[in-house]
């Protein structure tokens, strides 16, 4: 069964650097063709792409995020770390995790999500 | 900038049929655009639907069915159930940038 869970501070001050962390079970981010991914959703808007993370450390990121964004992992934790830069009050969103395939290019596991606002 | 478009809002009657769009402002939708679906109810995280254009989860309810209509990702649902009602998102993957866009979603009411 596999489940990822996200987690990281709810509040953060303008121009502070958030840093979120997907702890997953049920698979390994060193099995061929998996990766993890980061979504994020605004309040009352829609879904936004920002990265994923492949097992063979291979990374992408969104264009117009991609200078304020890393993505790491550490198998042996089953964890993917997300930082994120100079947070700005736009930056306010739920932050999902999910479990992507390689091949068919499938995000098909999805973390809760965390909400963190960004406020002074 | 890429842009994934989709229908802002649609309504359905409980039994009846209703086909989502998903269309990309670079042309026409193909297979290799590995077209996903997703279902998000108020409060929960989204829950995948669809896959590689027409390929279901093990969860996935028989009456959604996804595929590629006008040039343009679809997905149908046939015998809509009022537990249907909820946002549906699209999801490109653009292999030549090597990245994903979502559509700005479909809130589907069951009237």
């Known amino acids: 069964q596999i489940t990822l869970k996200e987690s990281g501070p709810t509040l953060v001050k303008p121009t502070q650097t958030l840093t979120l962390t997907c702890t997953f079970s049920g698979f390994s981010l060193s099995s061929s063709g998996v990766g993890v991914g980061w979504i994020r959703q605004p309040p009352g808007k829609a879904l936004e792409w920002l990265a994923l993370?492949?097992?063979?450390?291979?990374?992408r990121y969104s264009p117009s995020l991609k200078s304020r964004l890393t993505i790491t992992k550490d198998t042996s934790k089953n964890q993917v770390v997300l930082t994120m830069t100079n947070m700005d009050p736009v930056d306010t969103a739920t932050y999902y995790c999910?479990?992507?395939?390689?091949?068919?290019?499938?995000?098909?596991?999805w973390g809760q999500g965390t909400l963190v606002t960004v406020s002074s | 900038q890429t842009v994934v478009t989709q229908e802002p809002s649609l309504t359905v009657s409980p039994g009846g049929t209703v086909t989502l769009t998903c269309a990309s402002s670079?042309?026409?939708?193909?297979?290799?655009?590995?077209p996903n679906w997703f279902q998000q109810k108020p409060g929960q995280a989204p829950r995948a639907l669809i896959y590689?254009?027409?390929n279901k989860h093990s969860w996935t309810p028989a009456r959604f069915s996804g595929s590629l209509l006008g040039g343009k990702a679809a997905l149908t649902l046939s015998g809509v159930q009022p537990e249907d009602e909820a946002e549906y998102y699209c999801l490109l993957y653009y292999g030549g940038a090597q990245l994903w866009v979502f559509g700005g979603g479909t809130k589907l009411t069951v009237l």
């Open positions: 590689s254009t027409n």
């Open positions: 670079t042309g026409a939708v193909t297979s290799g655009y590995y």
């Open positions: 999910a479990h992507h395939y390689f091949d068919t290019t499938n995000f098909d596991y």
């Open positions: 993370i492949y097992w063979d450390d291979d990374k």
